[in-house]
C-alpha cells in the first residue's frame, strides 16, 4: 500500500503572470519556477525501493495585483488562469547513503495560461522539466521524526518564444533548488514543515536574473483507515533583488513579493494507488520594487484560489528475497 503523503517530488508548474513584451520586464515570470503549495502533504519518509509514478493536476483562479497590476473594464481587475498537469517518476533503489534512504525525481509539467483584459494572452507549452538526482531521508530512531534533504534542479526544457525568451510557459534558464524536509510521521500523524529555495541562473536570451525565491510550506493531517485529512499552508516568497540588463536599460520586474495561503487537504488510499485532493486561497499578496517608469513602481503578482489533485502508483517493486534452503536431516 502506498500513499501520496510520502511523496516529495519537487513538481512544478510556474505561477506565472503573462504580459505584453511591451509592459513589464521578464514578462511572463515572477520568480517562482514552482507552483506554491505543490508539494503540501509530501512527509519526509521514502516509500520501499521500487519505481514510482505519480500524476498531477492543478487549476487555478485569480487576479493581477501590486501597484503596477494592469487595470481591466468593468471591476478593474486582471484575470488570470492556470491549467496544468504534469507526469513524473520516483525510482527508490533502496540504498543507503550515510545512515540515509536515496531517492531520486523527475518530473515533467504542462501548463495552459490565460491573461484576461487588458493583457489577453492565453500561451500553451511545456514547462522547464523538473530533476532531483538526489535526495536523502532519515528516520530518527522510532521517535517518528524524518529528516530529508536534496538538490533539484530546473532545466530550461520548456517552451519559449519571443524577443525575451518568455512568450510562453518555459523559462530560458537554470533554476537550481535546494531542500530540507522535517516530519513527524508516526499514528496516523503528518506534521511536516517543507522548506526550500529557488536559485535562478540568468537568462540566456536577455540576461537578466530573477532573484532568489524562499518557499515554506506546512502540513498538518491526520489518517484514520484509508482517509487523511487537515489543513495546510504555504508562505512563498522574493528574497533577493532582480538583476536587470542592458536589453531592458537597468529597470527590474520586481525587487519583492511576500504571498500567504491557507487551506485543506483529503486523500483516499486504494490500496494500489492513492489520491490526494487539496485547495489552497492566498490570503494576502504584496509587491515592490518594479521600476519600469521612472518613479512608478510597475511590480505586480497574481492572488487567487487553487485546487491541486495527485494519483500516485507503483509501477514496479523488487523481486522479494528468496527463501532460505531448507535441509533434510536423515539418520539412522
Keep these: 500500500m502506498l500513499s501520496t503523503r510520502i511523496f516529495t517530488t519537487g513538481l512544478t508548474v510556474g505561477l506565472a503572470i503573462a ?6 520586464f521578464e514578462a511572463g515570470y515572477i520568480g517562482s519556477a514552482q ?3 505543490l508539494v503540501l502533504g509530501n512527509a519526509a519518509i521514502t516509500p520501499p525501493a521500487g519505481l514510482y509514478m505519480f500524476d498531477q493536476a492543478v487549476a487555478y483562479s485569480g487576479s493581477i495585483v501590486g501597484p503596477g497590476a494592469p487595470t481591466a473594464a468593468g471591476d478593474g481587475k486582471t484575470s488570470v488562469h492556470i491549467a ?5 517518476l520516483l525510482w527508490v533503489p533502496g540504498w543507503t547513503v550515510f545512515g540515509a534512504t536515496y531517492d531520486a525525481v523527475i518530473v515533467q509539467p504542462f501548463m495552459m495560461l490565460d ?8 500561451p500553451l507549452g511545456m514547462h522547464n522539466t523538473f530533476l532531483a538526482p538526489a535526495e536523502l531521508s532519515w528516520k530518527l530512531a522510532d521517535s517518528g521524526v524524518y529528516v530529508k534533504s536534496g538538490f533539484g534542479m530546473w532545466m530550461p526544457t520548456g ?5 525575451n525568451g518568455l512568450g ?4 530560458p534558464w537554470w533554476t537550481f533548488q535546494p531542500n530540507l524536509v522535517v516530519s513527524y510521521f508516526k499514528d ?7 522548506l526550500f529555495e529557488e536559485i535562478n541562473t540568468a537568462s540566456s536570451v536577455t540576461g537578466y536574473t530573477s532573484g532568489n525565491v524562499l518557499h515554506a510550506e506546512f502540513t498538518a493531517t491526520k489518517t484514520i483507515g484509508n482517509w487523511t485529512f487537515g489543513p495546510v499552508g504555504y508562505y512563498v516568497g522574493q528574497v533577493s533583488d532582480d538583476k536587470s540588463s542592458a536589453f531592458y536599460g537597468g529597470a527590474v520586474n520586481l525587487k519583492r513579493y511576500d504571498i500567504w495561503a491557507a487551506g485543506a487537504l483529503v486523500g483516499y488510499n486504494f490500496g494500489p494507488a492513492a489520491l490526494s485532493v487539496w485547495a489552497t486561497h492566498e490570503l494576502s499578496a504584496n509587491v515592490s520594487g518594479g521600476t519600469a517608469v521612472p518613479g512608478i513602481d510597475s511590480a505586480a503578482v497574481s492572488r487567487g484560489f487553487t485546487v491541486f489533485a495527485n494519483l500516485s502508483y507503483r509501477l514496479w517493486a523488487p523481486d522479494a528475497p528468496a ?10
Design 19 to 24: 504580459c505584453t513584451e511591451a509592459s513589464a
Design 35 to 37: 507552483k506554491p503549495g
Design 323 to 332: 527463501p532460505a534452503p531448507t535441509r533434510t536431516s536423515f539418520r539412522k
Design 159 to 163: 517552451t519559449t518564444s519571443g524577443s
Design 168 to 171: 510562453n510557459v518555459g523559462a
Design 84 to 88: 496544468a498537469g504534469a507526469a513524473g
Design 188 to 194: 496516523g500523524w503528518n506534521l511536516t514543515a517543507n
Design 115 to 122: 491573461v484576461g483584459s487588458p493583457v489577453n494572452v492565453n
